[in-house]
């Protein structure tokens, strides 16, 4: 059974001999994929196991808080695959090899000798939360699921392009309005502007975001951050002088004014339609009723690239019988720092993050 105060020790204070790292391979559609596989120093025999899956960043599996998380759920007492998927690694959706992928990364998973088969789960961060419910529609990938994480996700993708763009999301008539990450934007409008109707011509522009998410993700520091002016500059310079204007909307110098939402939500509306008519399983919509596999959900507060109205939307879409619970906490965030108003609300939240951790530990194991 795992344990919940080694994880703690581990992800608080993290020594190396705890766990063992090493780098193996996996195959999809016959080709060969790296991964990494953490597990427990102590002990011998067969563990619960988990593969869990990066979103849309370019550090990818190494990406420092990944790698903090998944060290201490292998010292808690499991075996952990992950992945590495280079489709999202190049910040491209490539939702038509997502299914692949996760098949592939779960049946890696099973095969390992050190793993229980009976006790394994899927757990997935931002865009890979919601691919991981997708995919667990497979009847492969269900038949070898006892639950899954989904921490982060989106369920409309016209309401996630909407607020990569404006800020903007609600539920249940409450309308809410936060200034967003716009390293979001730059992915969404980085695969698809260049194929939405009357801007076939931007490719250079659609490139030059692109770019602009790689090296922000390169850098790991927040997009808004005034360091990413220069990259700015450079990028808008090289572009036609007929696309500086569209290009200072998206990529605005910091301390610039925002876009105008006028403008920019028809926009976000046609882009999220591109993006559907490219590729359409990037939308959940059609799997989120048949999901037969066990979920715990959950989504940071002050998330500022994927609003956590998201997730509540994702528990309303599945059947109720598979929610193991949802947790929307004020100690995550998807980009930047979570925001906590004083030393009692930081202790409700601790509490709050340290019971859905122990469910998430509990959920295969």
Same mark, same amino acid.
């Given at each position: 059974?795992?344990?919940?105060?080694?994880?703690?020790?581990?992800?608080?204070?993290?020594?190396?001999?705890?766990?063992?790292?090493?780098?193996?391979?996996?195959?999809?559609?016959?080709?060969?994929?790296?991964?990494?596989?953490?597990?427990?120093?102590?002990?011998?025999?067969?563990?619960?196991?988990?593969?869990?899956?990066?979103?849309?960043?370019?550090?990818?599996?190494?990406?420092?808080?990944?790698?903090?998380?998944?060290? +201490?759920?292998? *010292?808690?007492?499991?075996? /952990? #695959?992950?992945? %590495?998927?280079?489709?999202?690694? =190049?910040? !491209?959706?490539?939702?038509?090899?997502?299914?692949?992928?996760?098949?592939?990364?779960?049946?890696?998973?099973?095969?390992?000798?050190?793993?229980?088969?009976?006790?394994?789960?899927?757990?997935?961060?931002?865009?890979?939360?919601?691919?991981?419910?997708?995919?667990?529609?497979?009847?492969?990938?269900?038949?070898?699921?006892?639950?899954?994480?989904?921490?982060?996700?989106?369920?409309?993708?016209?309401?996630?392009?909407?607020?990569?763009?404006?800020?903007?999301?609600?539920?249940?008539?409450?309308?809410?309005?936060?200034?967003?990450?716009?390293?979001?934007?730059?992915?969404?409008?980085?695969?698809?502007?260049?194929?939405?109707?009357?801007?076939?011509?931007?490719?250079?522009?659609?490139?030059?975001?692109?770019?602009? +998410?790689?090296? *922000?993700?390169?850098?790991? /520091? #927040?997009?808004? %951050?005034?360091?990413?002016?220069? =990259?700015? !500059?450079?990028?808008?310079?090289?572009?036609?002088?007929?696309?500086?204007?569209?290009?200072?909307?998206?990529?605005?110098?910091?301390?610039?004014?925002?876009?105008?939402?006028?403008?920019?939500?028809?926009?976000?509306?046609?882009?999220?339609?591109?993006?559907?008519?490219?590729?359409?399983?990037?939308?959940?919509?059609?799997?989120?009723?048949?999901?037969?596999?066990?979920?715990?959900?959950?989504?940071?507060?002050?998330?500022?690239?994927?609003?956590?109205?998201?997730?509540?939307?994702?528990?309303?879409?599945?059947?109720?019988?598979?929610?193991?619970?949802?947790?929307?906490?004020?100690?995550?965030?998807?980009?930047?720092?979570?925001?906590?108003?004083?030393?009692?609300?930081?202790?409700?939240?601790?509490?709050?993050? +340290?019971?859905?951790?122990?469910?998430?530990?509990? #959920?295969?194991?």
């Amino acid at each position: 059974m795992p344990s919940f105060p080694r994880f703690l020790r581990e992800y608080y204070r993290p020594a190396p001999h705890r766990v063992r790292a090493h780098e193996t391979t996996y195959e999809r559609a016959g080709e060969r994929l790296p991964a990494t596989v953490y597990s427990p120093s102590h002990g011998r025999g067969r563990r619960p196991g988990w593969v869990v899956l990066h979103g849309l960043t370019y550090t990818g599996r190494t990406h420092p808080a990944l790698v903090r998380f998944v060290r +201490a759920v292998a *010292a808690a007492g499991n075996v /952990v #695959l992950v992945p %590495d998927i280079p489709e999202w690694r =190049a910040l !491209r959706v490539a939702p038509t090899v997502t299914r692949n992928t996760i098949r592939a990364a779960v049946r890696a998973l099973h095969e390992r000798d050190d793993v229980d088969p009976e006790h394994t789960g899927l757990f997935g961060f931002s865009f890979g939360a919601t691919q991981s419910i997708v995919a667990a529609c497979d009847p492969e990938v269900e038949s070898r699921l006892r639950g899954i994480a989904a921490w982060g996700g989106y369920c409309d993708v016209h309401r996630l392009f909407r607020f990569g763009m404006t800020g903007e999301h609600e539920l249940d008539g409450v309308d809410y309005c936060t200034p967003p990450d716009p390293y979001g934007c730059w992915i969404m409008a980085g695969n698809y502007l260049a194929h939405m109707p009357g801007f076939e011509h931007y490719a250079e522009l659609a490139a030059a975001l692109h770019r602009l +998410a790689l090296e *922000a993700g390169k850098r790991q /520091v #927040l997009a808004t %951050d005034p360091v990413h002016d220069d =990259a700015k !500059r450079r990028l808008r310079a090289q572009l036609p002088s007929t696309q500086h204007e569209l290009f200072d909307m998206l990529a605005p110098l910091s301390g610039a004014p925002g876009p105008d939402l006028d403008v920019v939500r028809p926009m976000s509306q046609l882009l999220a339609d591109t993006a559907l008519r490219i590729d359409p399983l990037f939308d959940p919509t059609p799997f989120l009723p048949r999901l037969r596999v066990p979920t715990l959900f959950a989504h940071g507060r002050d998330d500022i690239l994927i609003p956590f109205t998201e997730t509540i939307r994702l528990t309303r879409a599945v059947d109720p019988s598979v929610v193991r619970g949802i947790t929307i906490t004020g100690l995550y965030a998807h980009s930047g720092g979570a925001r906590l108003r004083s030393p009692i609300a930081a202790l409700r939240e601790s509490a709050r993050f +340290a019971g859905l951790l122990r469910r998430v530990l509990g #959920l295969v194991g």
